[in-house]
C-alpha cells in the first residue's frame, strides 16, 4: 500500500520497538558474552590478549561489517521484518555452537558465523523504526531501541558470569545462544512490514534507488562524513575497553568471574540503558530549537567522560572504580541514537537501511575492529615491565581516540543545518 493509507496505534508502535529492542538485545547478548568468559577460555585454550582482541574485535567485525551493506542493500528492496527474523536465527544458533569447540580456530570460525548473522539485525530494524515513527521521534525510538545494546551486556554479562563459574562457558555459550531462535519466531508471527517511508511527511519515490546513487549522496555529505568519524573513533575506546575490563577487574582486582559478571552487568547495563535514552530524549527536545544539538549533545559527553575514566581506570578501590564506569558507560552510550537519527535525517527513506549499514562499517570497523585489538595488543607489549596492570596503560591510549572524536562531532555540527533532508520540528530554522 502506498505510504499514508495504514494507521497503526500508538500501542502496537511501542510493541513493535519493543520486540525489535528485544531483538538487538540477543544480539548484544550473543555478541559480548564472549567478554564476560574470555578468562576461562584464555586459561584453557592458552590464549594471548592479542588473540582475544581478535576474537572480540576484528574477526567478527570484518565480517559484520562488509556483509551488512549487501544485506542493507537487499533490506531497502524487500521485507525487513523476515532478513531480520533470519539473521536472528543464524546468530543465535552459532553463538550456541560455540560451546562445542575445542580450539582457537573453531572458536574464530563460530564467531565469524555470529558476525555473518548480526550483520543482517539492525540496518533493517532501524529503517523499519524509522517508517513506524515521524522525524521529531526517531532519535527517542532509535534510542530506545538501541538500550537493546545494554541490556544485552547486563544480561549477557550476569548470566555469563554466573554460569561460567558454576557450570563452565561451554555451558553458558549454549544457555544464552539457544533462545534466539524461539524468539525469531515470535518476531515473525507478530510484527508486521511497514511500508516504506510510512512515516514521512512526503510520498517517496516508487523505484528502487541505485545503489552507487545512495553512496555518492551520503557521501556527499559532510555531516556524515564527521559523524561516522567521531563515532568510529568514540566505539574504539568504548569497545576497547569494554572488552577488556572484565579481565582488568580479575586481575588487578582480583574479583571472581560471577561478581564481575553481576556488577559489569550493573554498571554497564544500567549505565548504557539511561545513556541511551537520555540521548536521544535529549537531542529530540532540544534539536527543535537548534538541530545541532543533536550532535553537541554526544561532544559535550565526551568531555564529561574524560576525567571519569581516569578515575575508572586508576582508582584502587574497586567500589569507586564500578561508580565511575557505571558513569562512564551512561556517557559514552549518549552518542548512538542522535547519530542514527541525524543519518536517517540526511537521506530519504528507501536509502536508510544501506545509510545505517555503512554507518555500522566505518563505526565497527575502526571501533570494534581495532579497540579490542589495540587494548590486546598493548597489553602484551606492556606485560613484561606492568605485569598484570599492563591493561592500565593500555586503556590510556583511548584517550586519544576520545579527543579526535570530540573534534569531528563539533565539526559536523556545523554542517547539519545545510545538509538535513527531513524537517526536524521547528528544524529548518534550527541554526
Not at 160 to 167: K, P, T
Not at 235 to 262: C, D, K, S
Not at 266 to 281: C, Q, W
Not at 381 to 398: I, K, P, W
Amino acid at each position: 500500500m502506498p505510504p499514508g493509507k495504514i494507521s497503526y496505534s500508538k500501542k502496537y508502535k511501542a510493541y513493535v520497538l519493543l520486540v525489535l529492542t528485544g531483538v538487538y538485545t540477543f544480539n548484544f547478548i550473543d555478541r559480548q558474552i564472549l567478554v564476560i568468559l574470555q578468562e576461562s577460555i584464555k586459561a584453557e585454550l592458552g590464549l594471548s590478549d592479542t588473540q582475544l582482541g581478535l576474537l572480540t574485535g576484528l574477526t567478527f567485525a570484518f565480517f559484520y561489517v562488509t556483509l551488512g551493506i549487501p544485506i542493507a542493500r537487499w533490506a531497502d528492496k524487500s521485507n525487513r521484518r523476515n532478513i531480520v527474523a533470519l539473521s536472528l536465527a543464524i546468530w543465535s544458533a552459532m553463538t550456541a555452537l560455540s560451546g562445542f569447540v575445542t580450539s582457537y580456530v573453531q572458536l574464530l570460525l563460530a564467531r565469524i558465523g555470529v558476525g555473518i548473522g548480526e550483520a543482517g539485525g539492525s540496518p533493517p530494524a532501524h529503517s523499519m523504526i524509522s517508517d513506524y515513527f515521524p522525524p521529531d521521534k526517531r532519535a527517542t525510538a532509535l534510542s530506545i531501541y538501541s538500550t537493546g545494546i545494554y541490556i544485552g551486556i547486563l544480561f549477557g554479562y550476569i548470566g555469563g558470569g554466573w554460569i561460567d563459574q558454576y557450570f563452565g562457558w561451554r555451558m553458558a555459550f549454549l544457555i544464552l545462544g539457544l533462545p534466539g531462535i524461539a524468539y525469531a519466531i515470535l518476531l515473525l508471527l507478530t510484527v508486521k512490514e511497514p511500508p516504506k517511508g510510512h512515516s514521512d511527511p512526503a510520498v517517496e519515490e516508487s523505484e528502487i534507488v541505485p545503489f552507487r546513487r545512495v553512496v555518492k549522496e551520503l557521501f556527499s555529505k559532510k555531516t556524515f562524513l564527521f559523524l561516522s568519524l567521531a563515532s568510529g573513533l568514540h566505539t574504539f575506546a568504548t569497545y576497547g575497553v569494554g572488552n577488556f575490563f572484565a579481565p582488568f577487574l580479575a586481575r588487578v582486582h582480583q574479583m571472581e568471574v560471577g561478581m564481575i559478571g553481576t556488577w559489569l552487568g550493573i554498571t554497564s547495563g544500567l549505565g548504557g540503558i539511561l545513556g541511551t535514552f537520555l540521548g536521544g530524549y535529549l537531542a529530540d527536545r532540544m534539536g527543535q530549537k537548534n538541530v545541532k544539538w543533536y550532535l553537541l549533545i554526544p561532544a559535550f559527553a565526551e568531555i564529561i567522560n574524560f576525567p571519569v575514566a581516569v578515575v575508572a581506570f586508576f582508582s584502587s578501590q574497586v567500589s569507586i572504580v564500578l561508580i565511575a564506569y557505571f558513569l562512564t558507560s551512561l556517557l559514552t552510550a549518549v552518542y548512538l541514537g542522535p547519530c542514527l537519527a541525524v543519518t536517517h535525517n540526511l537521506l530519504d527513506a528507501k536509502k536508510r537501511a544501506l545509510a545505517s549499514a555503512i554507518f555500522f562499517l566505518i563505526l565497527n570497523f575502526i571501533g570494534l575492529g581495532f579497540g579490542p585489538l589495540t587494548i590486546g595488543y598493548l597489553s602484551d607489549l606492556f606485560s613484561a615491565e606492568f605485569a598484570e596492570r599492563s591493561l592500565r596503560v593500555a586503556f590510556c591510549s583511548t584517550f586519544i581516540t576520545g579527543t579526535a572524536a570530540l573534534v569531528f562531532f563539533v565539526v559536523a555540527s556545523r554542517y547539519f543545518t545545510q545538509e538535513l533532508k527531513v524537517d526536524i520540528g521547528s528544524a529548518e530554522n534550527g541554526a
